[in-house]
DNA sequence: TCTATATTTAACCATATGGTTAAATATAGA
DNA sequence: TCTATATTTAACCATATGGTTAAATATAGA
């Protein structure tokens, strides 16, 4: 799906995953908040910020020229679900292993 | 860290996640077994691959001229601590919203 | 040794990504 | 209205990504 892209590739960035991190106390932080803790030009934030706001990760809320952003754990849904469903799958295949292995126990 | 960048990077294309989800059975698959559920060029799946494998997400056994793949679960590792401790970090923040709301409360 | 099969590698292409600086936009406040 | 501040947008650059086809490599098997 394509929130999953998005969201996976957005969080794929180490610079990403920093200002997802500001922002968990989840409080509000201006862009200049975020700008301060990056090694960055503060266009170079600002597109990171995009990334992670059209892939759901983050919301803006604008209160005259200052942008306020936070945190949206929904963003992460569709993505931590394909994880967890993977995660089960493979758990299922182990349970099977088992079982096979606990038959061969049996058996002698 | 590096690793989490080239596993969510890897997992954040949905032919790679294909490719993924074909190995979730646990057993071994020739690359020709993957290529054939895509409408895509060998060479193409055989670049998806290494992605994945070079992420630490699937092993490559070779035997004689046919690759065997398999998926390898630790790949994921990092990426999931992560995000498990975001969510972790989230929620501790909605404990103390709602311990505030509770202290609201009983203040009336 | 010859041929067929399984796969990768090379060369290429178009587009995306991550960064920069400079200019534009919008609003606050004197 | 003028100036300062907060932020985005534009233009640019180098490199990465996702795909292709054609050639190379390695091995199986007659």
Do not use: C
Not at 17 to 22: K, L, T, V
Not at 27 to 41: G, K, N
Not at 69 to 84: F, M, N, S, V
């Amino acid at each position: 799906m394509k929130t999953i892209d998005s969201a996976l590739g957005a969080l794929a960035d180490p610079t990403r995953r920093a200002i997802i991190e500001q922002l968990l106390d989840g409080s509000e932080h201006r862009v200049s908040d975020i700008v301060e803790f990056h090694s960055m030009s503060f266009a170079g934030v600002s597109k990171h910020v995009r990334v992670l706001e059209s892939a759901g990760l983050v919301g803006r809320r604008k209160s005259g020229r200052t942008h306020f952003l936070h945190y949206r754990p929904e963003g992460l849904q569709d993505a931590t679900d394909w994880i967890d469903q993977t995660k089960a799958l493979w758990n299922r295949r182990l349970g099977k292993l088992e079982s096979l292995l606990e038959s061969d126990e049996s058996k002698k």
